[in-house]
Nanobody
Framework: QSQLVESGGGLVQPGGSLRLSCAAPEFNLDYTAIGWFRQVPGKEREAVSCISATGATTYIDSVKDRFAISRDNAKRTVYLQMNSLKPEDTAKYYC?????????????????WGKGTLVTVSS
């Protein structure tokens, strides 16, 4: 059973918005870094955004000013608000975790992964 569960994906028109959720009930987010990743069939997975245990956030250039990562420590949930969506954002989105003290760079050494949620941006 996955320790991370993504939700919120779906079909949206270009320019629209979605909010993805990553439920991490077994993790104390004060001590855990969470990242959002995406992958398109035939392409490498890319790290979209991360939030460290201290709340520091990072984004890849292609989503800066459009996506926002946040978390609710009490709910043990991390969100990815995606605005101004483009067809090239279409992918399966995954969240993953790593212990906060081991977090160095977004995407490196993640320990646990969810099963993903599909985002399709199309008219």
């Amino acid at each position: 059973q996955s320790q991370l569960v993504e939700s919120g994906g779906g079909l949206v028109q270009p320019g629209g918005s979605l909010r993805l959720s990553c439920a991490a009930p077994e993790f104390n987010l004060d001590y855990t870094a969470i990242g959002w990743f995406r992958q398109v069939p035939g392409k490498e997975r890319e790290a979209v955004s991360c939030i460290s245990a201290t709340g520091a956030t990072t984004y890849i250039d292609s989503v800066k000013d459009r996506f926002a990562i946040s978390r609710d420590n009490a709910k043990r949930t991390v969100y990815l608000q995606m605005n101004s969506l483009k067809p090239e954002d279409t992918a399966k989105y995954y969240c993953a975790s790593i212990s906060g003290h081991r977090f160095r760079r977004c995407g490196d050494g993640m320990d646990y992964w969810g099963k993903g949620t599909l985002v399709t941006v199309s008219s």
